[in-house]
């Protein structure tokens, strides 16, 4: 692999739910990022992560969980998906941290998840 | 708050050039960035500014007004693949990167 790799695609559950999106980085990168999509609004951010095991809250944290133990991957959880979750899910990563500039990120291509 | 304008949706002809705006109004500013997305796929980065002036990188530039809270990407010689959403993005003073919506470009032959 070279860059990001999320999986799954897509993906269509049931409310209720519990469902895991995984992210996977091989260029050794720092930091991560989990953003939604949603059309109409800017990438908003979820979930962050400066190293390996440290993670903290974004703009729209509620009803997710993340974890980072070890560099490459960075799962993104939700507990108990609602209708309010469907969105497009982009994970990045960056080599520099949130207390750096030139902070250029590599998107991975994207989960889209429906929640009915 | 913080927000970031750009057009919802612009449309240009093959060959000609486009300049899409972005204005903001952040806590604190260290840096701004132009990324471009092709519909269905993820965003590339295309340009950083954090001095004032115009950076040029190809067929694409970018120009940042910080004390106006203004940038603009300009893209020269539109060629049909050109044709995505392209994003501001604001770095502002904890770090966090602030997104606006979008500018959905549409070229036409």
């Known amino acids: 692999i070279a860059g990001i790799t999320q999986a799954p695609t897509s993906q269509i559950l049931a409310a209720g739910r519990r469902m895991t999106l995984r992210c996977t980085q091989d260029m050794r990168h720092n930091a991560m990022y989990w953003y939604r999509q949603d059309l109409g609004l800017g990438l908003r951010l979820i979930h962050y992560s400066n190293t390996a095991g440290t993670t903290g809250k974004g703009e729209v944290p509620d009803g997710y969980s993340v974890s980072r133990a070890n560099t490459d991957d960075f799962p993104l959880t939700l507990a108990s998906a609602v209708p309010s979750q469907t969105s497009v899910y982009f994970c990045a990563s960056s080599d520099s941290g949130q207390d750096s500039g030139a902070n250029v990120l590599t998107f991975g291509a994207g989960s889209r998840l429906t929640v009915l | 708050g913080q927000n970031i304008d750009q057009p919802t949706e612009m449309t240009a002809t093959e060959g000609a050039i486009v300049q899409i705006n972005c204005t903001y109004q952040t806590s604190g500013f260290n840096g701004l960035f132009w990324y471009q997305q092709h519909a269905g796929e993820a965003p590339t980065f295309l340009s950083y500014?954090?001095l004032d002036g115009l950076e040029e990188k190809g067929r694409f530039s970018s120009f940042l007004s910080r004390s106006k809270g203004y940038s603009y990407l300009l893209l020269k010689e539109l060629q049909m693949k050109d044709s995505a959403s392209y994003l501001c993005?604001?770095?502002?003073?904890?770090?966090?990167?602030?997104w606006g919506a979008g500018t959905k470009l549409i070229i036409k032959p």
């Open positions: 500014n954090v």
């Open positions: 993005a604001v770095e502002d003073s904890n770090y966090q990167l602030i």
